[in-house]
């Protein structure tokens, strides 16, 4: 049976809303077991600092702020932070003066390490109920999904800028 338009287009809104609702909600938990176990004395915006600088060691403090969705300022605020406890080192860029280069410390890389575990552990514990066929379609799903925002978010291979993005459906379905 051929889907029509309009059945294709209700089936991709009710996908997109079921990620726009269940990936906040998983986050409050990731977050609300972080601060119940201490997670190394990390805040939230510490900890996704610390995993963007891991992935993007060099990157600048504009690279960090755009990724937390926060001002330049805040973001400064949180590098600042993570500098005074050795997580993080800030560098002046040798080839352009007026950027920031910020890289984890050794200790910065244990502590993201550890932090890592907490929320981990607290995530399989909430997986440990359900039966192994329902982990793989997760599991599945996740990549899936991974797969699709890694290509609009540049990820993988080419960088894609702003403004490109447009409506990619029918391309992408037809890889």
């Not at 991974?146 to 409506?167: I, L, P, T, W």
Request: hydrophobic share 40%.
């Amino acid at each position: 049976m051929v889907k029509s338009n309009t059945e294709e287009k209700l089936t991709l809104l009710g996908c997109a809303l079921e990620v726009m609702e269940t990936v906040p909600l998983v986050m409050r938990f990731i977050r609300a077991q972080m601060r119940s176990q201490g997670a190394l004395d990390l805040s939230v915006p510490q900890f996704r600092s610390l995993t963007f600088l891991n992935r993007h060691p060099g990157a600048s403090l504009s690279d960090l702020a755009e990724h937390l969705g926060v001002t330049r300022p805040t973001a400064s605020a949180t590098v600042e932070r993570l500098v005074q406890r050795g997580l993080v080192n800030r560098a002046d860029d040798p080839t352009e003066r007026r950027r920031l280069v910020l890289t984890l410390t050794v200790d910065g890389e244990d502590h993201l390490q550890q932090a890592r575990e907490v929320a981990r552990s607290s995530v399989a514990g909430v997986l440990a109920e359900l039966p192994e066929a329902k982990l793989l379609q997760i599991s599945q799903g996740l990549a899936l999904l991974g797969e699709a925002f890694k290509e609009e978010a540049g990820e993988a291979g080419g960088q894609r800028s702003r403004g490109q993005g447009g409506n990619n459906t029918s391309q992408r379905a037809s890889k």
